[in-house]
């Protein structure tokens, strides 16, 4: 049911900020069939937003947001919002990457979450 889990996790978000719900909504795929990945994409937003409100709003003005959610985009997500929950900071340069913002495919999937598991492995 992923329309049903997508409007649990907007009433949520609403109900922390109204500004940053519509910021959610906005975002096109949501106005058609919302898919499982879409849904677990928007859930990740979520988690987000609960570390860091502006890590979250960094992530949802990421271009290859705007369209329809791949895979690879929203396993990026899930892994920077898995690294947001142990180190904002973390989370945060790899967000700054220049290569993270244009588009992605299955390499940079694949180079984020290794530079994640080496910068959390270097923070313990």
């Known amino acids: 049911q992923p329309e049903a889990e997508t409007v649990e996790i907007l009433w949520e978000i609403s109900d922390q900020d ?21 849904a677990a994409l928007l859930s990740d937003l979520r988690f987000l937003a609960r570390y860091d409100l502006t890590l979250a709003d960094k992530f949802i003005a990421f271009p290859w947001l705007v369209d329809d959610v791949t895979q690879t985009e929203a396993g990026i997500l899930s892994e920077l919002q898995y690294i947001a929950r142990d180190d904002v900071a973390l989370a945060t340069r790899l967000g700054d990457l220049p290569w993270l913002v244009d588009g992605l495919d299955e390499f940079e999937l694949t180079a984020i979450e290794r530079l994640a598991w080496l910068g959390l492995q270097i923070r313990m």
């Open 18 to 38: 109204v500004d940053r719900a519509k910021k959610f909504i906005a975002l096109p795929w949501l106005v058609d069939d919302v898919t499982q990945t879409e």
